[in-house]
């Protein structure tokens, strides 16, 4: 993996796509074979219909006495048609692999991260790379990879067929070779500029509209909804004035091309309909028939088809490119959550020896050591910045220790529960599913009870089916903490980790919560739980203060 | 069916709304595909020609070939070719981006006249991107579903016309195969791929929805130790996606090498037509090349058309999401009543007004009785989430209550027309928008006609005179992507600066002191005391920390859970 690499910068886009190609090297081997085999049938098949062509008109046979050359251009039709559905199927299947062998990676990236590094960047950027940053990987392989390698070999096999019958056709042809690397450079800087330059305004453009639609609700406050309507209009179109320029130039790069290949087509035309008429004396000019004449005709444009093709799937390589760019640098992220860790003494949860926390070069707590035992309930208090959360998420795991020691007793069960509980899109009952996936419906049932959303559960026709979220039922604040509490009454888990649990609630659902920490305290859990709240810190047997960059124990 | 076609209409048309544009760019695609044909068909003629020509030369009989028509042909088509394409392609850009400009303007027209409730939605920026992303999906329709099917018909019948010429027969046969061809590549792909493209679609938003779940309750996960629950539910959605993903591809494949293959055959069925028609003495010779390779040039037509059309179900997937927001847009209800003219602020009163959003269980405000007097100022404390946002949008009529009446100057707030609503009307909203633009640009969004002296003095009003001078772009200090080069407490301060540039006579204030220290506190406190003058202000706050943040308050109310209870005005006057 390349997220835990020592040296994760020697990574680039490239070199990642390299690597990821090297895993389905067969298939994409096979995609490219399968595409020179289709350009070879093609081959034969301009060369067959040249021979019989000739046959028919200048050697005056019958149709009858061909019958059997016809069934071989049938036979290499259909073989044509396989090779293009083999190429085609082979790179869709190596591309399909590829993303969902990268998705998994960055999905386990993310997992490795934690829960803190999440909350310092945006989710909704992250889901755009694990979904669609990783789909723009699609035409990098399925197309592009094996374009360019049929592109090395296809124009020589023709070449070669094109040189057997006439080599000053052929020499024409190679002529022009040198100078594919060139136009193919320049197509190349085209696409890549085009690309770049494209981009980088059409994401402005785009930063443009959905700032504009962002803001919608005070664009209506002002009144200026009008205004901004006309302002996306004309922002759009000074793009589209801008952005002319710049296709002006990047088109003119492939037609380069698309006359390079008519060119081809009149050149050896002319070439061989004045060697035809015996007006060209010299080389192989006199020895060409309409059947050598019409295949060469045929094969030039065929010559430089692949090339073509390419440079048609060339910004399926930029955008891979660009994609890969930004995949590369998640999966460089050094992971930052705690390793294994050695066991504390008998009886303790946690031992915390000389612990430093903190996040990149500021430390937040200082030489923090301290016991947690079995059934300690916990209050943390401290102001805001003071180090609760971060310690918390030390003995939650998220994140692993400046320095000392953590031990932790292995395999106990947490809860998990902040200010702002998590709503999943799905179910009510997948919602509590997070806490525990093996719980059944009458647990679900009995911990929607204890949190009392037992009366709300009876309301809903389709009862723990009920959707939540965007498509389902909205739950207010009050409610999504209640929804919290079910999963905490429904895991069972004998630690739970608390985050200002009473923040932001209004007055009942926050007595609420209080008394259930009451519940889960005389039921024997070890609770820890930042807060600010008097009567949470009522119920704790121990108090801890932070400040300063010190952890203090109060005596009760 | 029906319905397929009524929902598509009106985008469709409104993509070919620019008739004449669309027929210029249909015909050039049509011009450089017929150049490449008449190209391959006269080069074939004219090497057949002088093959025989030759022959007959050699044989020392004279020949009447005349070489410098065809050959000028055959230079003239390369160029035309060429030079088609390119036009075509600059040509055909610029009427995409063109369309661009009209459906932005168009969705953004919808986005205006949504309510609060839509705009407010959870995930609501994310809605909105992939909104951004079905414009352009839409857009994208011009050049792969509008253009290639109707250039690849009339090439077709072209073509054939063009045989028909020297044999009948045969270009009965090349327009029948080659129609039917377009129908099923068209027509049948349409149908073929409709539900997987769709389902595809769908998929990647439903991946999107997990990974957005994994990443949001990572703490979650993480300590209840089920993240490889979660993992699991991605892993089966990605297994389902990738073998629909893979159904798509092969019949993309096939719909390639359908067309080979069918042309291929075509082209041998010509050949043998052709070579029938030579032995009974009916053609030319280099008429039968020519045919042959105009024949042999016709897949080039039909290519684009069945991964285009495979698609469509995913194209249209993205026409309903616009077609839904279009019929969500709610119908003009406002009746326009005019607000009372004059000077001073508006008295409200609310009767037990209540509000549920759509799909909420539970109302967010709850039989809610309010009366405050012209002039007069009032607070209400609640915690985040008691409802206060939908009060003030209530007041603001970008709501209407689904219970109850709310008045203000004795009219429905939601009756009031929006250009007067939003010049008597004054919100300072808790999630402040700043556009990425310069200073003096988020603050003409309040006045467009004030001058720099103007702007200084609303700044000055806020405290952040001191700090405009002294950046070295002063009023055209950029303040970034959401105002993010600000910080929050600057942000709100710029945002509270708008509403001193204007002359609203019903002020709501929705934290107004929020992420600013004390001494900042009292400047903006006095500035709000002197600005409030003869206009009708409600506080909606977290709790009252300092009463003489408030000067003049007349009354403050708590509202908890959706209830308003009053609390008196014991630390008011």
């Known amino acids: 993996m390349r997220g835990d690499t020592s040296n994760p910068a020697s990574t680039t886009p490239r070199q990642f796509l390299d690597e990821l190609a090297r895993t389905q090297r067969k298939r994409l081997a096979g995609a490219a074979a399968c595409g020179v085999l289709a350009g070879a049938s093609t081959t034969a098949l301009l060369v067959g219909l040249a021979w019989l062509v000739d046959q028919l008109i200048v050697q005056g046979q019958s149709l009858r006495s061909l019958s059997g050359v016809f069934s071989l251009l049938v036979v290499l039709v259909v073989l044509r048609a396989c090779m293009q559905w083999g190429q085609e199927t082979l790179g869709i299947e190596a591309s399909l692999r590829i993303r969902q062998r990268v998705r998994r990676r960055l999905l386990e990236q993310l997992a490795a991260l934690g829960p803190l590094w999440l909350t310092r960047h945006q989710s909704g950027a992250l889901a755009t790379q694990v979904v669609e940053h990783v789909d723009a990987l699609e035409g990098y392989f399925a197309r592009f990879h094996p374009q360019l390698r049929i592109v090395v070999v296809l124009p020589l096999l023709i070449a070669c067929v094109v040189g057997a019958l006439d080599y000053v056709v052929v020499i024409f042809l190679l002529l022009a070779a040198p100078l594919i690397p060139f136009f193919m450079a320049l197509v190349g800087m085209g696409a890549e500029r085009l690309n770049r330059e494209q981009f980088g305004a059409i994401s402005r453009l785009s930063a443009h509209f959905v700032d504009r639609v962002r803001g919608m609700s005070t664009l209506q406050l002002f009144g200026q909804t009008e205004q901004a309507r006309r302002d996306v209009w004309y922002a759009t179109d000074e793009y589209r004035r801008l952005s002319m320029k710049t296709l002006r130039l990047a088109f003119l790069s492939s037609a380069v091309l698309e006359f390079f290949a008519s060119v081809a087509i009149a050149v050896v035309a002319m070439y061989v309909g004045f060697g035809l008429l015996g007006y060209i004396d010299y080389g192989p000019a006199s020895s060409l028939t309409l059947f050598s004449g019409l295949a060469v005709l045929l094969l030039a444009p065929e010559f430089f088809q692949p090339l073509r093709t390419l440079s048609q799937h060339y910004h399926d390589r930029a955008a891979a490119l660009g994609a890969a760019e930004s995949l590369v640098y998640l999966l460089d992220q050094p992971r930052k959550a705690a390793g294994p860790a050695n066991t504390p003494g008998t009886g303790a949860l946690f031992e915390l020896v000389d612990v430093e926390i903190g996040h990149d070069d500021e430390s937040v707590l200082r030489e923090v050591s301290l016991v947690l035992e079995s059934g300690d309930v916990v209050a943390l208090t401290g102001a805001s910045g003071s180090g609760k959360s971060s310690l918390l998420a030390l003995l939650a795991g998220f994140m692993a220790p400046r320095g000392g020691e953590c031990r932790r007793c292995p395999h106990v069960q947490m809860a998990w529960l902040d200010q702002s509980p998590c709503l999943l899109q799905g179910s009510l009952a997948d919602n509590l599913a997070l806490a525990d996936p093996e719980a059944g419906p009458e647990a679900m049932r009995e911990a929607l009870n204890q949190a009392g959303l037992g009366e709300l559960l009876e309301t809903l026709p389709q009862g723990l089916e009920t959707p939540l979220g965007e498509r389902g039922v909205g739950l207010s604040g009050g409610q999504a903490q209640r929804l919290a509490l079910a999963r905490i009454y429904l895991s069972a888990a004998p630690l739970v980790l608390l985050d200002e649990p009473t923040a932001n609630l209004d007055a009942e659902t926050e007595a609420f919560v209080v008394e259930a920490l009451g519940r889960w305290a005389s039921a024997g859990r070890t609770l820890v739980i930042a807060t600010h709240h008097p009567h949470v810190r009522s119920i704790a047997s121990r108090h801890w203060h932070c400040a300063h960059q010190r952890l203090e124990e109060i005596a009760p | 069916m029906k319905a397929f076609f009524s929902t598509l209409y009106p985008w469709l048309s409104l993509l070919v709304r620019r008739r004449a544009a669309f027929m210029v760019g249909s015909l050039l695609v049509l011009a450089t595909l017929l150049s490449g044909l008449s190209l391959l068909g006269l080069s074939g003629w004219f090497i057949t020609a002088c093959a025989l020509a030759g022959l007959l030369l050699a044989a020392g009989q004279p020949s009447t070939l005349d070489i410098y028509v065809p050959g000028g042909g055959i230079r003239f088509f390369a160029l035309a070719r060429t030079v088609a394409r390119y036009v075509e392609r600059l040509y055909n850009h610029n009427m995409v981006l063109t369309l661009l400009a009209d459906l932005r303007y168009q969705v953004f ?239 409200v009163l609310l009767e037990n007004a209540g509000y549920r959003y759509p799909g909420m269980l539970e109302r967010t405000l709850e039989q809610v009785s309010l009366k405050i007097g012209a002039g007069d100022r009032v607070a209400v404390t609640g915690i985040s989430g008691a409802g206060k946002s939908t009060l003030a949008n209530l007041l603001l009529g970008r709501l209407i209550p689904t219970q109850g009446r709310v008045e203000v100057a004795g009219r429905m707030p939601c009756d009031v027309a929006f250009d007067q609503r939003a010049s008597h009307f004054a919100f300072l909203s808790q999630q402040v928008d700043l556009f990425d633009g310069t200073l003096a640009d988020n603050l003409r969004l309040a006045d467009p006609s004030a001058d720099d002296a103007k702007l200084w003095r609303a700044l000055d009003q806020v405290a952040l005179a001191d700090w405009a001078e002294r950046q070295p772009r002063g009023l055209s200090t950029p303040v970034g992507e959401k105002g993010r080069r600000l910080s929050g407490g600057q942000a709100r301060r710029v945002a509270l600066a708008r509403l001193f540039l204007r002359g609203p006579r019903l002020v709501l204030l929705d934290e107004p002191f929020a992420g600013v220290d004390a001494e900042t506190a009292r400047h903006l406190a006095k500035s709000l005391d002197r600005w409030l003058q003869g206009r009708t202000a409600v506080y909606f706050i977290h709790q009252v920390d300092d009463v003489s943040l408030l000067p003049g308050l007349t009354y403050s109310y708590s509202l908890d859970r959706g209830r308003l209870t009053a609390i008196g005005s014991d630390h008011a006057r």
């Open chain 2, 109 to 347: 027209g919808y986005l205006t006249r949504l309510d609060a409730a839509s705009l407010g939605r959870r995930r609501a920026s994310d809605w909105l991107t992939r909104l951004t992303a079905d414009i352009d999906t839409l857009d994208n329709l011009y050049l792969r579903l509008l253009i290639p099917p109707l250039v690849a018909l009339v090439a077709t019948l072209l073509i054939a016309l063009f045989i028909a010429i020297w044999l009948p027969g045969l270009a009965l046969l090349v327009a029948g195969v080659l129609v039917a061809l377009w129908a099923v590549l068209t027509l049948g792909f349409t149908a073929w791929g409709f539900r997987q493209s769709g389902q595809q679609v769908r998929d990647q938003g439903t991946l999107r929805n997990l990974v957005l779940d994994q990443l949001q309750a990572s703490a979650e996960l993480s300590s209840y130790g089920t993240a490889r629950w979660h993992q699991a539910k991605i892993d089966a959605l990605e297994t389902r996606s990738s073998s629909n993903q893979r159904r798509l591809a092969f019949k993309g494949a096939m719909g390639n090498a359908l067309i080979l293959l069918v042309c291929g055959l075509l082209l041998i069925m010509a050949l043998r037509v052709g070579g029938e028609a030579l032995a009974t003495g009916r053609i030319d010779a280099p008429i039968v090349v020519m045919i042959l390779l105009v024949v042999l040039g016709s897949s080039e037509i039909l290519a684009p058309l069945p991964g285009a059309f495979l698609k469509f179900g995913a194209s249209f997937q993205s026409v309903l999401r616009l077609d839904r927001l279009a019929s969500s847009v709610p119908v003009e209800t406002a009746t326009n009543t005019p607000l009372p003219a004059g000077q001073g602020g508006y008295d």
